[in-house]
Nanobody, 124 residues
Framework: QVQLVESGGGLAQPGGSLRLSCAAS????????MSWARQVPGKGLEWVSG????????DYADSVKGRFTIARDNAKNTMYLQMNSLKPEDTALYLC?????????????????WGQGTQVTVSS
């Protein structure tokens, strides 16, 4: 049974930083692309950033480009999201997802497993 567990969320001030982690169990993530997405109450899931299975292809939503950095450690079966220069509009529930294959996709339908999420709140 695949399990993805996010951690590292919390309260940050505007301009602050947080580092999210996504730990996988029940499956090795090395063959799969992985992504972060976020959800605000009343809105749909928004793709934020993704990384291919080998880490060579990385992509970001325009809203976070230059502020967020995605990484993965296949040996630790874990993915990360370093979030810098946080803005109030980054406030959301952040979830990690496992893609069906190794190639990176922004299409959320291509992801077959999701974690429960970790809450990020940016406020002064």
């Amino acid at each position: 049974q695949v399990q993805l567990v996010e951690s590292g969320g919390g309260l940050a001030q505007p301009g602050g930083s947080l580092r999210l982690s996504c730990a996988a169990s029940g499956i090795a993530i090395s063959p799969y692309a992985m992504s972060w997405a976020r959800q605000v109450p009343g809105k749909g899931l928004e793709w934020v950033s993704g990384i291919s299975s080998d880490g060579k292809e990385i992509d970001y939503a325009d809203s976070v480009k230059g502020r967020f950095t995605i990484a993965r450690d296949n040996a630790k079966n874990t993915m990360y999201l370093q979030m810098n220069s946080l803005k109030p509009e980054d406030t959301a529930l952040y979830l990690c997802g496992k893609e069906r294959g190794g190639d990176l996709s922004r299409i959320l339908f291509e992801y077959d497993d999701w974690g429960q999420g970790t809450q990020v709140t940016v406020s002064s």
